[in-house]
């Protein structure tokens, strides 16, 4: 019975660390733009594509796999979206073929808007937020935004 019981508190313990920072992957619920929703029926990006190409003011998605329980969580490099996108909102979403198994995967989504056209480098990184972060990125996209005219006047990242 002893066992059990300390076998149930390290269990209780792990949620209570593992929870709390899982919210971490995007901000603060109180600092996470409310807008994702904005993004709805917009184009859908995974790591698989390198190249994102949208219109000035359009919205995209860009969605990981990822699997909390495994303390790795994907975050944007710098935490800030770069300059000339706009973070929507971002969420966690599990598998929907396993969405009641504990330790069962599903995806990140972050939801941007582009604000200005030009090509900008976008990065996040598959961390565990506790520990300090790598230098590098563990996807990449390179982002160009056009206008109605097909102008670039956006150059970051480059």
Known sequence: MRRSSLLALLVVA???VLVPLRASACPAPKDNPPHF???????VYTKADKEITVSKGQAFIVRLDSNPTTGFTWMLKDDAAPEGLELLGCKYTRTAVSPRV?????VDSFAFRAQRSGSVKLELQHVRPWLPRPDGSDAEFSVSVADAEGQ???KNGE
């Open 102 to 106: 504990i330790g069962s995967g599903g």
């Open 14 to 16: 792990s949620l209570c």
């Open 37 to 43: 929703d904005d993004a709805l029926g917009a184009p």
């Open 152 to 154: 670039e006047d956006l």
